[in-house]
Nanobody, 121 residues
């Protein structure tokens, strides 16, 4: 069983930066594609960014392109999401997910518990 734990959430002012981390244990992480999703109150869970298992290909939602960067370190079994230029609309609970394929829908078999990102003055 693959276990995922997110960290790095917090509260920042608009325009600020945060880096989220997803740490994996239980299975070799390098064979999984990993995605970050977010869910704001009253809204559906949405894809934010993802990184493929083998190719390292990355993909981003249009709303975060140019502001967020996803990366992975397979030696440390971690995936990071660097977020800059944060906006109030980025405020949500951010989830790390892992699966065989990099997909935009939240149909991943493995999920972390989520970490809160608050963007407010």
């Amino acid at each position: 069983q693959l276990h995922l734990i997110e960290s790095g959430g917090g509260s920042v002012q608009p325009g600020g930066s945060l880096t989220l981390s997803c740490a994996a244990s239980g299975r070799p992480f390098n064979s999984y594609s990993v995605a970050w999703f977010r869910q704001a109150p009253g809204k559906e869970r949405e894809f934010v960014a993802g990184i493929a298992a083998n190719s390292g290909l990355t993909d981003y939602a249009d709303s975060v392109k140019g502001r967020f960067t996803i990366s992975r370190d397979n030696t440390k079994n971690t995936v990071a999401l660097q977020m800059s230029g944060l906006k109030p609309e980025d405020m949500a609970v951010y989830y790390c997910a892992a699966g065989a394929l990099l997909i935009w829908v939240p149909n991943y078999p493995h999920w972390g518990q989520g970490t809160q990102v608050t963007v407010a003055s």
